[in-house]
C-alpha cells in the first residue's frame, strides 16, 4: 500500500474511537450561512426568501441543503420571564423560527441556528451558558437541523476548559434525540481539534474569514497541518464562502474565488455560501453560480471517504514572512495539493496546482507559471500512468506517465484536477 494513503488510513482508525457520532455531517455540511453578507440585518423575509433561491435557482440540487440564521435573531432584551426560554426577535421575526424550519422542511432544506456558549453572543444578544439544556430543547422543538454555538463574552472558566461547556451543549442537543449538527466556533484555544472532534460535526479553525485575499490565504495557511483530525462526521471548519459576496465594496477577483472554492472543497470544509441568493440568477453573478455548482469540485468535498487534502509540494523564492507578506518584493510562490478519492475509482485522486505568486492583487510580477505535479507526491508509482481531468474547463486533457505539468496558471488562480490511476 502505497505511504500517503496508509498514513490517512491510519489516521483514521486512529481517531475513530474518539470522533463525534450523532448520525450526521458524515460529510461536510453543505447550505448558506447569513453573516457573511448580512451580518445582523436579517428577518424572516431574507430567510423565506433564501430558502426559495436556494430551491429555485438549482443550489439545492447540487447539495447546499442547510439555511442557517447567525446572530441577531432573538429577542435581544433577554429570555422569557416565565419559560427562560429564548425568544424570536418580536418584529424582525414575529412569525417565528419554528414556522421558518417548517417552511424550509417544506421545500426540501434544512434549517440551522446560531447561539453563544457564554453570557451573551459577539452582537450582544442572550447567551446560552447556564442555559444549555433549555435551549437544546427549544431548538429541537423548533426542528432545527444546525446549530453554531460561538465563543463570545465568556468567563474565564469557559475560556479555560472550553471543552466543558461545548461538551455540555453536545451532551444537550444529545438527550433532546433530534439529529442536530453540532458546529462549534471556538476560535480561540489553540489545538482545539483534540477535544472538539469528540463532541462536534466541525470546529472553527481561526478567527474570521472576511473578503479580502490576505484572509483566504492566511487561513488556508493555518489548516495546513491540519488534515488528520477530519473525519467523517468530524471536520475542521476553516469558516464559510466569501465567493459573490460583497461587503463594503470589497470582492474577491474571478481567480481569487475560484481558488478559495477549489481549496475549501479539497480541504473537506464545511460548504457555507456567504453571498445574497436574492441575486443569485442575475446575469453578472453568472460566474458566482457556475464556480459554486461544480460537480466535480463538490465531489471532492463529499467524497464518502471523508480524507482532508494535504500540501504536497510549496516552491517559494523570494522571502515570505510567517504571515505570508512578501518581505524582498520578488516572491512567487507556487504550491500542489492533493488528497486521495474513492470516487470514480478506488485509484482516483483530486490535486490543486495553485499560483500564490506575491500576496499583493496588484502585483504584476510572476503572473504565468507552469506547475508540476509528481504521482509519487501523491503515493503512486513514481512511472504510474494517470488519466487526468480538468475540473474547472470540464476537460479529459488525456494519460500522463510520471507527472503532469499544467498550462501556465495565472496569479492567484489554480488548475484542479481529478486523476485516475490507469
Ligand atoms: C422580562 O421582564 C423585563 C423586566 O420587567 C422586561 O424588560 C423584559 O422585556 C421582559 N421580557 C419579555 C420577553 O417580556
Ligand atoms: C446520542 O449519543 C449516542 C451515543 O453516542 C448515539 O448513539 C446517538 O445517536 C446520539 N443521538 C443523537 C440524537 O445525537
Ligand atoms: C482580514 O483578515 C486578514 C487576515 O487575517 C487581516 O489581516 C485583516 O485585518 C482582516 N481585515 C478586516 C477588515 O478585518
Ligand atoms: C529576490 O530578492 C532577493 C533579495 O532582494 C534576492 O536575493 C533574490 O535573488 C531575488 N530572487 C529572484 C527570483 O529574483
Known amino acids: 500500500m502505497n505511504s500517503f494513503l496508509s498514513l490517512l488510513l491510519f489516521s483514521s482508525l486512529f481517531i475513530l474511537t474518539l470522533s463525534h457520532n450523532n448520525g450526521v455531517a458524515r460529510t461536510p455540511p453543505m447550505g448558506w450561512n447569513s453573516w457573511n453578507q448580512f451580518a445582523c440585518n436579517i428577518d424572516q423575509d431574507l430567510l423565506t426568501d433564501t430558502i426559495d433561491q436556494i430551491v429555485s435557482s438549482g443550489l439545492a440540487d447540487a447539495g447546499y441543503k442547510f439555511v442557517n440564521i447567525d446572530d441577531c435573531w432573538s429577542y435581544k432584551n433577554g429570555r422569557d420571564n416565565k419559560t427562560n426560554e429564548l425568544i424570536p426577535d418580536p418584529v424582525r421575526f414575529s412569525r417565528g423560527i419554528h414556522s ?22 459577539c452582537a450582544g444578544y442572550p447567551g446560552t451558558l447556564d442555559h444549555f439544556q433549555t435551549d437544546a430543547d427549544t431548538f429541537a422543538r423548533w426542528e432545527i437541523d444546525y446549530l453554531k454555538l460561538d465563543f463570545c463574552d465568556i468567563p474565564k472558566k469557559v475560556q479555560d476548559e472550553p471543552w466543558v461547556y461545548f461538551g455540555y451543549m453536545s451532551e444537550a442537543l444529545n438527550k433532546t434525540g433530534r439529529p442536530i449538527v453540532f458546529s ?81 472543497t479539497l480541504l473537506s470544509a464545511p460548504l ?83 499560483n500564490r505568486a506575491g500576496p499583493n492583487v496588484d502585483d504584476e510580477k510572476f503572473t504565468q507559471e507552469k506547475i508540476t505535479i509528481r504521482w509519487s507526491s501523491l503515493g503512486m508509482p513514481s512511472d504510474a500512468k494517470v488519466r487526468v481531468k480538468d475540473i474547472w474547463s470540464n476537460k479529459d486533457l488525456g494519460v500522463y506517465q510520471g507527472s503532469f505539468t499544467s498550462e501556465p496558471v495565472e496569479k492567484h488562480n489554480v488548475v484542479y484536477i481529478r486523476l485516475e490511476q490507469q
Open 100 to 121: 421558518l424550519s417548517k417552511y424550509a422542511h417544506s421545500k426540501g432544506v434544512k434549517l440551522g441556528i446560531y447561539g453563544d456558549v457564554g453570557f451573551t453572543t
Open 184 to 264: 462549534i466556533c471556538a476560535w480561540q484555544p489553540k489545538e482545539m481539534y483534540k477535544w472538539a472532534r469528540k463532541i462536534g460535526n466541525s470546529w472553527r479553525t481561526t478567527d474570521d474569514i472576511n473578503v479580502s485575499w490576505q484572509s483566504v490565504l492566511s487561513i488556508i495557511d493555518q489548516n495546513r497541518e491540519l488534515y488528520p483530525y477530519a473525519e467523517p462526521g468530524s471536520w475542521n471548519d476553516p469558516d464559510m464562502l466569501e465567493v459573490g459576496v460583497v461587503r463594503d465594496g470589497r470582492s474577491l477577483s474571478q481567480n481569487q474565488a475560484r481558488t478559495h472554492f477549489s481549496l475549501w
Open 272 to 354: 457555507l455560501l456567504g453571498n445574497d441568493l436574492r441575486k443569485i440568477r442575475d446575469p453578472d453573478q453568472k460566474w458566482v453560480f457556475d464556480i459554486l455548482t461544480n460537480r466535480d469540485a463538490i465531489a471532492v468535498n463529499q467524497d464518502p471517504n471523508g480524507a482532508q487534502g494535504r500540501s504536497l509540494y510549496q516552491n517559494i523564492q523570494g522571502k515570505i514572512d510567517r504571515d505570508g507578506n512578501c518581505e524582498s518584493k520578488n516572491c512567487t510562490r507556487t504550491e500542489v495539493w492533493g488528497r486521495p478519492l474513492t470516487r470514480p475509482t478506488k485509484q482516483s485522486y483530486a490535486a490543486i496546482l495553485f
